[in-house]
């Protein structure tokens, strides 16, 4: 009898997930046409030097235009993307358009040859077979050197210790492609590969950096964090900087690149340009 209740019980309509799981069957449908129709946009979000203000990179953000919802932010359809495996095509959209972006501007911009372009990557896209060779062609298509891109992977994707993805960052490397752990702190962390991949970038994750000013212990953590990247070789770029009391402590414990609001907002491709005539002027 329980178990008949218990059974009834997991059948009873709920509205709530009833409008739940349409929602989601509606996105993916939407995702399918998107992704079909390239119907994504990329904003920039400038990486800035903390102690001269210059712009040394630019970080890809995907932005999803829909009719229905307005603009929709990675939250909403990356981790869809990535169950549904649309993520390998829109990846390698992302991948190639912001290797093109990058190519325009490195062509006007003053800092020239030292701007780089940065590009978050899912599990799901360096599992792909052929992955390397999609970040070759995209950097032949665009005609940048390898060491103009940077990839972002979460230490989830290098927790999981697949050979086959840790051979495939190794070919990239030795490619000259750089790779930046992001959201640094939040994984489930060994560290151990930091010692073993071939990382070059440790990215703090905005939530460390968010209370920096008021709470001693965050600012401890931050400044051990950083000091793990020196002693590793690896530069160290704050995210989530949005004062500049949070700057001026980041610089203070010798963290060498941020981003965050307090220097920009994510920019539609067409402002970077203007940016970057402003910002590196000379
Ligand atoms: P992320 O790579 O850690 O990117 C940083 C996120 O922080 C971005 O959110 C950015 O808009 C936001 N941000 C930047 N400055 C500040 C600040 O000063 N304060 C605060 N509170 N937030 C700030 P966004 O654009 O919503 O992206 C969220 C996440 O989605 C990204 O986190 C990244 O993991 C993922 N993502 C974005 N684009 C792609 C993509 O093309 N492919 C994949 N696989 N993931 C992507
Ligand atoms: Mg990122
Ligand atoms: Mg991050
Ligand atoms: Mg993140």
């Known amino acids: 009898a329980a178990k008949a209740a218990g059974r009834r019980q997991w059948c009873r309509f709920q509205p709530h997930l009833h409008t739940g799981m349409m929602e989601r069957r509606a996105l993916q449908l939407s995702l399918e046409e998107a992704v079909q129709g390239a119907e994504f946009r990329l904003r920039y979000q400038p990486i800035v030097e903390l102690s001269t203000g210059r712009i040394v990179g630019l970080e890809a953000l995907a932005r999803w235009p829909t009719s229905q919802h307005g603009v929709l932010l990675p939250d909403r359809f990356i981790a869809l993307a990535e169950e549904t495996g649309h993520i390998v095509q829109l990846g390698a959209w992302v991948l190639e358009s912001a290797t093109r972006d990058l190519a325009a501007w490195r062509a006007t911009d003053a800092a020239g040859g030292e701007l780089r372009v940065s590009v978050n990557m899912s599990a799901r896209q360096l599992r792909e077979p052929g992955f390397v060779d999609l970040v070759r062609d995209a950097l032949a298509s665009s005609g940048l050197p390898p060491g103009a891109l940077l990839l972002e992977l979460t230490e989830s994707i290098l927790m999981g210790r697949d050979e086959n993805i840790e051979a495939d960052l190794l070919a990239l490397k030795e490619l000259g492609v ?105």
């Open 178 to 282: 750089g790779l930046a752990i992001d959201d640094f702190g939040t994984g489930y962390s060994s560290l151990s590969y930091l010692r073993e991949l071939p990382i070059d970038m440790i990215k703090i994750d905005k939530s460390f950096v968010r209370d920096i000013a008021r709470s001693p212990a965050d600012l401890r953590l931050t400044d051990g964090i950083v000091r793990i990247a020196a002693t590793l070789g690896l530069s160290a770029v704050a995210e989530g900087i949005e004062s500049a009391e949070q700057r001026d402590l980041l610089a203070d414990i010798g963290c060498r690149y941020g981003q965050g609001y307090l220097y920009s907002r994510p920019l539609p491709p067409e402002e970077v340009a203007d940016l970057l005539r402003t910002t590196n002027r000379g």
